[in-house]
């Protein structure tokens, strides 16, 4: 029999949770399998963990302690109808069978053993519930209405009624409201409900960028925050009988059985997945040599600042393009500045556990998100960490994020939140990869990495999301085409494949010219290097002043205004608006000398390459599309009978 947990008080309430082999972790962490909301709680505070055939209970060194029926434990073995409590949540242990005599076994969201299989039926399991699993399960039930049925995991969803919804901050899950730029080709090729949904009269979007060679139809690129997608496919996937939402983190060594009676399996829960590593076996190993100079793995650093900005979209887009410091993504103003860091920046990333008094890496290496509260705190919600360099006001990075804040003419009392990321490029040798065979009762199992699972993210807001579009409009489109209630075949995915292997070059070569540059020598360096050279030659105070003919910083400002004047003048026919040089000169003589050097020096965006052309998967999808086959060398003919029958070549 079974047996479940489940939530009695606290943001957990009539959540369950069935327990396999695999421990079950609770505590203020974020990787927690149950997240506790609670200053009382501990990071990692209790386990439940399977011993000679029973369930265990046990207290991980929590501070508060962990109590079982009101007795506090370190380790206690459960029985039905013991209540655990950690923190200020309450949790029930009980047995499937008398759970449902008072919960209907639906809002469970377990797999009935017995359930009726249609051998017409796709049966497919997508592991991470963000926009590419959810786009991907939407589209696919589209796309073979009747014949499919998707089963989409999540761990940060609560079930809400009869509905799943996205955890809040009450839940131990900050929203991510990152502002993203979905290009038209992406878009465009969801089906019209879907593009209904996000981009209806609600106008929850905003077309800052001009067209480019990468929109369609004249369709220009829409900004959008990211929460607001996830949102609305969520409430649309909640409307589909054939989508099945789970309200669970997918445990691949928990669920491997049930993942064999599925003919698929879709991997995207993000660059660090864990269901990818369970099956890395399969897929290959990453390389990480193609994003390297002078053998070392480049990786960039950065940070992302909740902003109001109080500039027009047509300036910011100026600014943004003429150099590679700082980068604003936003709807109408507010969204993300990200200010790319250097090498000893980045080990500057860094929270405060208040109360132990010792550093933490939580917001570098999550990462969270930390949310402004009074005296200049940012305050991590999961881990009570406080952002060390905005309590040392007198620091260097707090100085220079209150430079890009004065760039982008954001108040200081406008900048809410803190956050970073990581940009870790590594090539995937493939994408597609056979995880079980076919057997008297098994269908023989495919999994496919989509997403950041099979690239990852890099500088340019969004461009993830779009290359994660792009593979799951690929992904829907190759099973909707081969599905005949047959076993799959690797040959029924040679268009995805190639789809994706293009989606990867495009997002490798925006990914290293983001990362990187050459100079007219034809020397590459590192961006965040040459940042880091151009602090170091600037000697002098930090603060605005006055410049005179013959400073420095007025030959870095003379500098930046042509390199902009030259973008304005090929912006202009596609994006009104544009600020005039004295606009231009007024608004860059506030920043201080250092500043204007580093946005001088880092140089302007590679727009043509970060910027261009989407790549199009269409092309492997129309009917006529060629799929290339090695054709046999002709053999020699030697007897003239047999040439003149062949005829001419």
Same mark, same amino acid.
């Given at each position: ?86 923190? $200020? &949540? !309450? ?7 008398? %759970?449902? #005599? @008072?919960?209907?076994?639906?809002? /469970? =969201? +377990? ?56 955890? $809040? &901050? !009450? ?7 990152? %502002?993203? #730029? @979905?290009?038209?080709?992406?878009? /465009? =090729? +969801? ?459």
């Amino acid at each position: 029999m079974l047996s479940v947990i489940v939530g009695s008080s606290g943001p957990f309430t009539g959540q369950s949770v069935v327990l396999g082999d695999a421990p079950l972790t609770f505590g203020r962490k974020s990787d927690n399998d149950v997240v506790i909301v609670s200053v009382s709680a501990s990071r990692l505070h209790a386990e439940i963990v399977t011993e000679d055939g029973a369930y265990v209970l046990h207290d991980r060194g929590s501070r508060n302690g962990t109590y079982v029926n009101e007795q506090r434990v370190t380790r206690h073995e459960l029985t039905p109808g013991d209540t655990i409590r950690i923190g $200020d &949540e !309450t949790f029930l242990f009980e047995t499937q069978e008398a %759970v449902e #005599t @008072v919960m209907d076994l639906s809002q /469970l =969201a +377990l797999p009935r053993a017995d359930a009726a299989v249609d051998p017409g039926v796709l049966r497919v399991t997508v592991s991470g519930g963000g926009p590419v699993g959810l786009a991907f399960a939407l589209l696919l039930e589209s796309a073979l209405p009747g014949r499919v049925s998707v089963t989409v995991y999540d761990g940060r969803w609560v079930r809400d009624g009869a509905d799943v919804v996205w955890k $809040d &901050e !009450t839940h131990g899950n900050v929203r991510r409201q990152q %502002v993203v #730029t @979905v290009q038209s080709r992406q878009y /465009l =090729a +969801l089906t019209e409900e879907m593009q209904t949904a996000l981009f209806g009269e609600s106008r929850e979007f905003s077309e800052m960028w001009p067209l480019g060679p990468d929109s369609v139809d004249g369709r220009p690129p829409r900004n959008i925050r990211i929460a607001y997608i996830e949102d609305q496919l969520l409430r649309l996937a909640n409307t589909k009988p054939a989508v099945r939402l789970v309200p669970r983190r997918l445990d691949p060594s928990e669920h491997e059985h049930l993942i064999a009676r599925d003919h698929v399996l879709v991997i995207c829960e993000g660059g660090r997945s864990r269901t990818r590593e369970h099956f890395a076996d399969r897929f290959g190993a990453a390389d990480a040599s193609i994003y390297s100079l002078d053998g070392e793995h480049l990786q960039d650093v950065v940070l992302g600042l909740r902003v109001k900005s109080r500039l027009s979209d047509p300036m910011s887009v100026l600014l943004t393009v003429a150099q590679n410091r700082f980068l604003l993504n936003s709807l109408r103003g507010e969204g993300f500045l990200n200010m790319r860091l250097t090498r000893e920046e980045a080990r500057n990333v860094i929270g405060i556990d208040p109360v132990r008094q010792v550093f933490e890496e939580c917001i570098a290496a999550r990462p969270c998100v930390m949310s402004r509260h009074e005296d200049n705190e940012f305050v991590c919600p999961t881990h009570g960490t406080l952002f060390l360099p905005a309590l040392l006001r007198g620091s260097p990075l707090w100085k220079r994020i209150q430079e890009g804040l004065r760039l982008f003419a954001v108040p200081e009392d406008d900048l809410s939140a803190i956050t970073s990321f990581r940009l870790d490029m590594v090539q995937r040798p493939r994408f597609t990869a056979q995880l079980t065979r076919p057997t008297a009762d098994r269908p023989g199992t495919y999994g496919f990495l989509l997403g950041d699972a099979a690239n990852a993210i890099h500088f340019w807001p969004g461009r993830g999301l779009n290359s994660g579009l792009a593979s799951a409009v690929s992904l829907a489109r190759s099973l909707s085409r081969v599905w005949r209630g047959r076993p799959l075949r690797d040959a029924d995915f040679i268009r995805h494949e190639a789809a994706m292997s293009m989606l990867q070059y495009r997002h490798k070569s925006r990914a290293w010219n983001a990362m990187v540059t050459t100079d007219e020598q034809g020397t590459t360096r590192a961006i965040k290097d040459i940042i880091d050279r151009s602090m170091e030659k600037t000697a002098g105070p930090s603060v605005p002043r006055q410049q005179t003919s013959g400073d420095p910083a007025e030959g870095d400002l003379e500098t930046l205004l042509d390199r902009m004047r030259s973008i304005r003048d090929r912006l202009a026919p596609r994006l009104p608006g544009l600020p005039d040089d004295g606009e231009l000169r007024a608004h860059l003589s506030t920043l201080a000398p250092a500043t204007l050097r580093t946005l001088q020096e880092s140089g302007a965006w590679d727009t043509l390459i970060v910027g261009g052309e989407e790549a199009d998967i269409d092309l492997f999808y129309q009917q006529d599309a060629p799929v290339f086959v090695p054709a046999a060398p002709p053999a020699p003919v030697t007897d003239p009978r047999t040439s003149a029958l062949l005829g001419p070549a």
